[in-house]
């Protein structure tokens, strides 16, 4: 099943108190971050616009995300600090290509706990401007329960049709 797109209406978004990856109870905000768009090109550097968002998860899937982070950090940083090691012992050199071959593999290493958890999968920031900000959300019940607190009536998401008579409690 595809993501549902959501338009919420304003500049401020209030989420229920449910977590996006269980419907389980959340009170533990993590931050979503929408997709980079290169909005400036200088001479000596670019810059990159996005906008961030707290959604609230539940206890277990904020530790696990936490624990990808760590997982993160810790692999990288032995990467790098092995790699110096090795340098200063053999006083080698690497060509450019073999260091960037070698610093790519690191790094993809270092991303496998985020394919796992990620809290993108289940909700994303897709767009914003001044009338309104856009998700992408992986469940239907989720983006009911988001319409709702937001004071909006909740879609019948599958048909496109209105469907004012179901809600879903948090």
Not at 86 to 94: C, D, Q, R, Y
């Amino acid at each position: 099943m595809g993501n549902i797109l959501l338009k919420i209406h304003g500049k401020a978004v209030v989420f229920p108190a449910v977590c996006p990856h269980c419907l389980q109870r959340a009170d533990i905000p993590i931050q979503v971050k929408s997709p980079s768009r290169l909005a400036a090109h200088y001479v000596v550097a670019t810059k990159w616009k996005y906008f961030t968002i707290q959604v609230p998860f539940c206890k277990d899937y904020a530790r696990k995300y936490r624990n990808a982070q760590l997982v993160f950090a810790s692999v990288l940083g032995l990467g790098i600090a092995i790699f110096i090691t090795v340098m200063l012992i053999t006083m080698s050199t690497l060509s450019d290509w073999q260091f960037v071959v070698l610093t790519m593999v690191w790094i993809g290493l270092a991303m496998i706990p985020f394919l796992f958890v990620s809290p993108s999968k289940h909700i994303k920031l897709v767009g914003q401007d001044d009338s309104c900000i856009e998700f992408a959300i992986r469940d239907r019940k989720y983006a009911q329960m988001l319409e709702i607190a937001n004071g909006m009536a909740p879609s019948e998401i599958n048909d496109g049709k209105r469907d004012d008579a179901r809600s879903f409690a948090a």
